[in-house]
């Protein structure tokens, strides 16, 4: 090994504005309980904060195509999947575009699923308070 491989092991470029997304993902994965929801918080943060720049959007697209955001959930139910695919295309044209059509598929159909079961517990409550007011008029019938 060459000295100066020791002291400088690289020179080369690093894009000081690219967020470690990767490593944070990583980190998230690894812990649990509220230290696990810290840091799935920070990644949406910085998620949602990126500034439109190409290499953010290739950092963006290359986690996304690797699967490193699956299976990250935090405890508001927001999928950090869902964070990532949104903040893409937020940054707007030409970066939206790097986007594969199956992301959009797959962001849509949650959010159709979600819509789906905000319907469905309106439905719920309203047949619960019709119930309960069918059942206060069969024990209590009005006179006449």
Do not use: K
Request: zero cysteines; aromatic letters at 10%.
């Amino acid at each position: 090994m060459d000295v100066a491989d020791a002291v400088v092991p690289s020179l080369a470029p690093v894009d000081l504005n690219v967020p470690p997304l990767a490593q944070w993902a990583q980190s998230a994965r690894a812990q649990r309980g509220d230290d696990r929801e810290r840091a799935l918080l920070m990644l949406h943060a910085s998620l949602t904060s990126l500034p439109p720049t190409a290499a953010n959007a290739e950092a963006v697209v290359t986690l996304l195509e690797s699967g490193a955001f699956d299976d990250l959930e935090a405890r508001d139910g927001r999928v950090t999947r869902e964070v990532a695919v949104e903040a893409l295309m937020a940054l707007g044209f030409p970066h939206a575009l790097q986007l594969h059509p199956d992301q959009l598929d797959w962001l849509r159909g949650l959010q159709r699923s979600r819509r789906r079961t905000v319907y469905w517990r309106w439905f719920a409550a309203a047949l619960a308070v019709a119930d309960v007011a069918f059942w206060i008029y069969l024990w209590n019938p009005p006179y006449f």
